[in-house]
């Protein structure tokens, strides 16, 4: 992601993450060596980013937060090193979408945890564990609910982002399957009513305003 700022045109970048320090130094050291300058991996500590409050213009979180679990922390600290007039672009899955793909199962998420626990140790090798510290899937609504809460504006794109298949291309999965989706959210009335439904299934992207 931040390769990709860079190549478009970013010249100042700040990329967190909860790696070592060691880690993020040989980060540092790789993007240095291929001359992408103005790129800066630092650690996160899970509680307070390494940064001074309104110090961003654009904060972008790609597939993070259904992996934070003390998120409203996390959305606060998001708000706080915001710039005024800043704004946060947020895409994520949560616990609506059907299919998993962390665990690459079918609607176990949807239930509680002692049929989850069940499932994950019968079905993935014992991994309950691993799932539960570090997938925390959240319904749309809370997710919502909090950043309303925190940010003065929230503008949801997600059906901006479905209803069109422009990148069709580079699409990584079934291309006939999502072609014929396709054509049917641009259906009169049936397409308007098939992409509302669409967006509570499907993962988030919002644009949170400070």
Request: hydrophobic content about 40%; glycine content about 4%.
């Amino acid at each position: 992601l931040v390769a990709f700022l860079h190549l478009i045109g970013y010249t100042n970048i700040s990329a967190v993450d909860i790696y070592s320090e060691e880690r993020v130094n040989g980060l540092n050291r790789l993007f240095s060596k291929a001359k992408m300058r103005g790129i800066i991996f630092y650690s996160y500590d899970k509680i307070t980013l390494p940064f001074e409050n309104d110090q961003f213009d654009l904060i972008v979180s790609q597939q993070v937060i259904e992996h934070v679990s003390n998120i409203e922390q996390y959305i606060s600290e998001c708000h706080r090193v915001l710039s005024r007039n800043g704004r946060a672009l947020l895409d994520f899955p949560h616990k609506m979408v059907p299919f998993d793909t962390h665990t690459r199962m079918w609607f176990v998420h949807y239930f509680p945890i002692f049929i989850r626990k069940y499932f994950y140790d019968k079905y993935r090798d014992n991994e309950r564990k691993q799932y539960f510290n570090f997938l925390y899937l959240r319904t749309p609504f809370f997710y919502n609910s909090l950043f309303k809460r925190v940010f003065d504006k929230v503008e949801d794109f997600t059906v901006d982002r479905i209803s069109e298949f422009r990148y069709k291309d580079h699409y990584e999965g079934n291309r006939k399957l999502r072609g014929a989706i396709d054509k049917i959210f641009h259906l009169p009335i049936v397409g308007y009513f098939s992409l509302k439904i669409a967006t509570f299934f499907v993962n988030k992207t919002v644009v949170l305003y400070k």
